[in-house]
């Protein structure tokens, strides 16, 4: 059956858009953030490794040629039979600025490298991640710029969650309201905004996930992606994790709560993902992130049974 059976995901938003899949092809645009230079704080989050965003996380290569080794790992993948479009001059895709902070530059830098990313043939949008206090005015005009131009441009916010006293703890360096600020600000634009979410952060239960979701929902926004807390080599919390400190969520009350808030989730917002796998050894704990499709399946079976996208809300 799969997920868009149940959610409106982002695929079929894309295919519906496009006529065929759209993938994303990852790009680390040499950004730095100001969560690790010194500029809001030093150490980033107590979750995050750069390193492990992407393949592309501290790569050599330029935009350009990360975008066209992207699409030969995607044509690879179609000929072991993992995709459906065997055309090739026909491949649609979105650049997708991924590592770091990637609206964190002088404009002329962001703009020159966003333009350098559109002007392959083969890239039909933009999607920009990054902090929600590192948003100006003239970096959403700009990308309500190439919206207009016909791209199909997203804004995706790292919250993770809505709780401050949260944010304080994994040293996110903002609360809420400058997320809440940034996304009406992006939206009264005209710009569409996807919020990333953690579930699993320390101290949080299922009831922040559903409050978080609620705060989200209430300011107003586009796509949502969540994930689960997995521990990477390199972060902060890899040490708590090592010292028995830090515990994780299971696979078990992970699906529970996601299929929880799909439910409370207005059938029109498109979920762009709701799990994420990571891989060894940069991935550490838990081991059920290392299998790509386990939370999927899970995922799926909790929907089959208690209902889709918006089923709590009907
Ligand atoms: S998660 Fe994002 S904001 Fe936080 S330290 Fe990593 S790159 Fe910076």
């Avoid at 992006?186 to 320390?202: D, F, S, Y």
């Avoid at 559903?210 to 586009?222: I, S």
Wanted: charged share 25%; net charge neutral.
């Amino acid at each position: 059956m799969g997920l868009d059976t149940y959610i409106n995901t982002y695929g079929a938003a894309c295919k519906a858009r496009f006529g065929q899949k759209v993938k994303k092809l990852t790009i680390d645009a040499k950004f730095t953030c100001p969560n690790r230079d010194g500029t809001l704080g030093k150490g980033g989050c107590t979750f995050c490794n750069v390193s492990s965003f992407s393949h592309e996380a501290g790569t050599d290569l330029g935009i350009s040629e990360q975008i066209a080794e992207g699409k030969l790992r995607q044509r690879d993948r179609q000929a072991k039979g993992l995709g459906n479009n065997k055309d090739a001059a026909n491949d649609k895709y979105i650049a997708y600025f991924q590592a770091y902070t990637s609206t964190y530059d002088e404009f002329a830098v962001l703009k020159s490298r966003y333009d350098e990313a559109i002007k392959d043939e083969h890239i039909v949008g933009l999607a920009v991640g990054t902090r929600p206090d590192c948003v100006p005015d003239a970096v959403i005009d700009l990308l309500v710029d190439y919206q207009a131009r016909g791209l199909e441009v997203w804004l995706e916010l790292g919250l993770q969650t809505a709780n401050d006293a949260t944010l304080k703890r994994i040293n996110r360096g903002h609360g809420f309201s400058e997320y809440a600020q940034t996304v009406t600000r992006a939206r009264n634009a005209g710009l569409k905004v996807c919020g990333h979410l953690i579930l699993g952060l320390p101290g949080e239960s299922h009831q922040d996930y559903m409050q978080t979701l609620a705060k989200v929902l209430a300011v107003g926004v586009d796509g949502l992606k969540i994930h689960p807390l997995h521990i990477v080599e390199g972060s902060t919390m890899a040490k708590a994790w090592r010292s028995g400190k830090q515990e994780l969520i299971s696979l078990e009350e992970y699906a529970y709560s996601v299929g929880e808030m799909i439910r409370a989730t207005p059938p029109q917002i498109i979920y762009h993902r709701v799990s994420a796998y990571a891989q060894r050894p940069m991935m550490l704990a838990p081991d059920w992130c290392s299998r790509r499709w386990d939370a999927m399946v899970a995922i799926e079976d909790n929907l089959r049974a208690y209902g889709g996208q918006g089923a709590a809300l009907s």
